[in-house]
């Protein structure tokens, strides 16, 4: 059972299962869907995340305690496990195997369920669902050099059957599906990754198997300190201000997987636009108070740059801007935001 027992589910939204999920390369003849998935779920730099525990006895919380604050070293990020009401994050120990949503995904769960499920508890399995908590995948589905050849037949008989018991469907999404490269962070194909499953040869056919990395990798803490940086030195400065009405405002992406962030205050309810303009290809999320998540767009403006229209209430909001190609991916825009 060593070999099969340390599997997650990653939980996909409701609206998600129903259209096909252009975050993944399903190896479409045209080449890879233009959509920004795993991007698209990161949390904005430097967001407070309120972690409440829905059930569980203090030794298994006290694990959760123990390691989940590894990320933190690394990523600029701030988890308090103070139980609040209104957490973004809830955390249940039941009998439903080890899971979690992808990054901000927990934010569209309704309050009384959890985002993250810990059936066992241990060093490796709570850095790996927190790693899906701050917006990781599973290191097998990264397509970069991916040496893995699975013996599908194999992997298809082990996981169909007892403690798992996937469908095919769900097989093919955890195990075989892999990401399009312009929406991950990470780099190269990391074998010693937290993220990285664990299997026997047996499940595949060019002798490549995974022992249980229980520590974080130096690429898992390097991704996680360039994906929300400020941690460790380093950017991390706050967001620049931009007045509505005022114009475009001159900026760039210096660096491939920068985050530029926003903020302008809505004084009135109205209409909103916030839009970039430029040869740049540019992701944008829009959040309110207390970091939620109001919108996000890829290419509804001029070319190819995100635009988002959106009635807003009065308050302070921010805008995050990255490219859309987060590994190699640089240039200039100009950004705006106006009332209509
Ligand atoms: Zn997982």
Same mark, same amino acid.
Not at 221 to 234: I, L
Not at 265 to 282: H, N, Q, S, V
Not at 293 to 312: C, F, K, M
């Given at each position: 059972?060593?070999? $099969?027992?340390k599997?997650? *589910?990653?939980?996909?939204l409701?609206?998600?299962v129903?259209?096909?999920?252009?975050?993944?390369?399903?190896?479409?003849?045209?080449?890879?869907?233009? @959509?920004?998935? #795993?991007?698209?779920?990161? &949390?904005?730099?430097?967001? +407070?995340?309120?972690?409440?525990?829905?059930?569980?006895?203090?030794?298994?919380?006290?694990?959760?305690r123990?390691?989940?604050?590894?990320?933190?070293?690394?990523?600029?990020?701030? *988890?308090?496990?103070?139980?609040?009401?209104?957490?973004?994050?809830?955390? @249940?120990? %039941?009998?439903?195997g080890?899971?979690?949503?992808?990054?901000?995904?927990?934010l569209?769960?309704?309050?009384?369920?959890?985002t993250?499920?810990?059936?066992?508890?241990?060093e490796?399995?709570v850095?790996?669902?927190?790693?899906?908590?701050?917006?990781?995948?599973?290191?097998?589905?990264?397509?970069? @050099?991916?040496p893995?050849?699975?013996?599908?037949?194999a992997v298809i008989?082990?996981?169909?059957?007892?403690?798992? %018991? &996937?469908?095919?469907?769900?097989?093919?999404?955890?195990? *075989?599906d892999?990401?399009d490269?312009?929406q991950?962070n990470?780099?190269?194909f990391?074998p010693?990754?937290?993220?990285?499953?664990?299997?026997?040869q047996? &499940? $595949?056919l060019?002798g490549?198997h995974?022992? @249980?990395?229980?520590?974080?990798?130096?690429v898992?803490?390097?991704?996680?300190e360039?994906?929300?940086p400020?941690?460790?030195?380093?950017?991390?400065?706050?967001?620049?201000?931009?007045?509505?009405?005022?114009?475009?405002?001159?900026?760039?992406?210096?660096?491939?997987? #920068?985050?530029?962030?926003?903020k *302008?205050?809505?004084r009135?309810?109205?209409?909103?636009?916030?839009? $970039?303009?430029?040869?740049?290809?540019?992701?944008?999320?829009?959040?309110?108070?207390?970091s939620?998540?109001?919108?996000q767009?890829?290419?509804?403006?001029i070319?190819?740059?995100?635009r988002?229209?959106?009635?807003l +209430?009065?308050?302070?909001y921010?805008?995050?801007?990255?490219?859309?190609?987060?590994?190699?991916?640089?240039?200039?825009?100009?950004?705006?935001?106006?009332?209509?």
């Amino acid at each position: 059972m060593a070999t $099969t027992d340390k599997v997650c *589910f990653d939980r996909i939204l409701p609206n998600e299962v129903y259209r096909p999920h252009p975050g993944r390369m399903l190896m479409l003849p045209g080449g890879p869907a233009r @959509a920004a998935f #795993e991007i698209a779920k990161l &949390w904005q730099n430097q967001t +407070t995340l309120h972690i409440r525990f829905l059930n569980g006895s203090a030794q298994q919380k006290q694990i959760v305690r123990q390691f989940a604050p590894q990320w933190t070293e690394h990523a600029n990020l701030t *988890f308090v496990l103070d139980d609040a009401p209104t957490a973004q994050i809830r955390i @249940a120990f %039941n009998d439903d195997g080890a899971w979690s949503y992808i990054g901000t995904d927990a934010l569209g769960i309704p309050a009384n369920q959890p985002t993250m499920n810990f059936g066992w508890q241990d060093e490796g399995v709570v850095l790996h669902e927190f790693g899906h908590l701050i917006g990781m995948i599973h290191e097998h589905q990264n397509p970069s @050099a991916n040496p893995i050849q699975w013996n599908k037949q194999a992997v298809i008989q082990a996981l169909s059957g007892p403690p798992n %018991n &996937w469908d095919p469907a769900t097989i093919q999404h955890n195990m *075989f599906d892999k990401y399009d490269l312009t929406q991950l962070n990470g780099s190269e194909f990391d074998p010693a990754s937290v993220m990285l499953y664990s299997f026997p040869q047996t &499940w $595949t056919l060019n002798g490549f198997h995974s022992e @249980a990395n229980d520590v974080l990798s130096q690429v898992d803490m390097s991704f996680a300190e360039k994906v929300y940086p400020g941690r460790n030195g380093g950017a991390g400065t706050g967001p620049v201000e931009l007045s509505v009405f005022e114009g475009a405002l001159e900026a760039d992406i210096g660096q491939p997987g #920068e985050e530029d962030l926003y903020k *302008f205050t809505a004084r009135k309810a109205g209409r909103y636009t916030i839009e $970039t303009e430029g040869p740049t290809d540019l992701i944008m999320k829009l959040f309110g108070p207390n970091s939620t998540l109001i919108a996000q767009d890829d290419d509804s403006g001029i070319d190819r740059n995100p635009r988002i229209v959106t009635q807003l +209430t009065p308050g302070e909001y921010t805008v995050q801007i990255r490219h859309y190609n987060t590994t190699a991916g640089t240039g200039t825009y100009s950004i705006k935001v106006g009332r209509s």
